[in-house]
């Protein structure tokens, strides 16, 4: 039983960095989006910094993503839902 988050950091565009927290599950199971960034940051560095600090919250709280994923959990302004992961 495998279960882990993995933090992906994103330039969709120019100079707009995103990032996202995914739950990989156990084999065979759909991936899942946990949290992801509410906007664009400047820097690629920036967006790992604020990547990596919802992440420790994450897994600090044990695993919010199996119960109630909200990031008002940890006192963050955010609303936070699973969501599938995509994979084309």
């Known amino acids: 039983?495998?279960?882990?988050?993995?933090?992906?950091?994103?330039?969709?565009?120019?100079?707009h960095f995103y990032w996202t927290i995914v739950y990989l599950g156990e084999h065979g199971e759909d991936?899942?989006?946990?949290?992801?960034?509410?906007?664009?940051?400047?820097?690629?560095?920036?967006a790992m910094n604020a990547g990596m600090a919802a992440l420790v919250g994450h897994q600090r709280a044990g695993s919010p993503?199996?119960?109630?994923?909200?990031?008002a959990r940890f006192g963050w302004n955010t609303d936070t839902v699973p969501g599938v992961l995509l994979q084309g």
């Open 65 to 71: 993503w199996l119960g109630q994923a909200s990031g």
């Open 31 to 46: 991936h899942s989006v946990v949290d992801y960034s509410r906007g664009p940051l400047p820097t690629r560095s920036s």
């Open 1 to 15: 039983m495998n279960k882990e988050l993995q933090l992906i950091v994103d330039q969709p565009s120019a100079g």
